[in-house]
């Protein structure tokens, strides 16, 4: 898989190996925003997304919150 998942359902379905290495890093990048009080807001396949280096990073954060009006995006830098 490389670009986003969204991308990859024209391919046919993926490994079981793939989507469970990509679904881990999912859930560690939502535990991340989870654990600064920010809500990813809009998760959808094409904010998923799979580079040439595998890193799976979550982008598209124009619909996050910030829980009780605080919180702020993580450093560009991160791969969340």
Same mark, same amino acid.
Do not use: M, N
């Given at each position: 898989?490389?670009?986003?998942? &969204? /991308?990859? %359902?024209?391919?046919?379905? #993926?490994?079981?190996?793939?989507?469970?290495?990509? $679904?881990?890093?999912? *859930?560690?990048?939502?535990?991340?925003?989870?654990?600064?009080?920010?809500?990813? &807001? /809009?998760? %959808?396949?094409?904010?998923? #997304?799979?580079?040439?280096?595998?890193?799976?990073? $979550?982008?598209?954060? *124009?619909?996050?919150?910030?829980?009780?009006?605080?919180?702020?995006?993580?450093?560009?830098?991160?791969?969340?």
């Amino acid at each position: 898989v490389q670009g986003h998942l &969204g /991308r990859a %359902a024209k391919y046919g379905p #993926l490994s079981t190996p793939d989507v469970a290495r990509i $679904l881990a890093e999912c *859930l560690t990048g939502l535990a991340y925003l989870h654990e600064r009080k920010l809500a990813h &807001g /809009r998760l %959808a396949p094409e904010s998923v #997304l799979v580079p040439r280096s595998g890193v799976v990073k $979550l982008g598209d954060f *124009l619909g996050y919150k910030a829980a009780d009006g605080w919180g702020s995006l993580p450093p560009a830098e991160y791969p969340v």
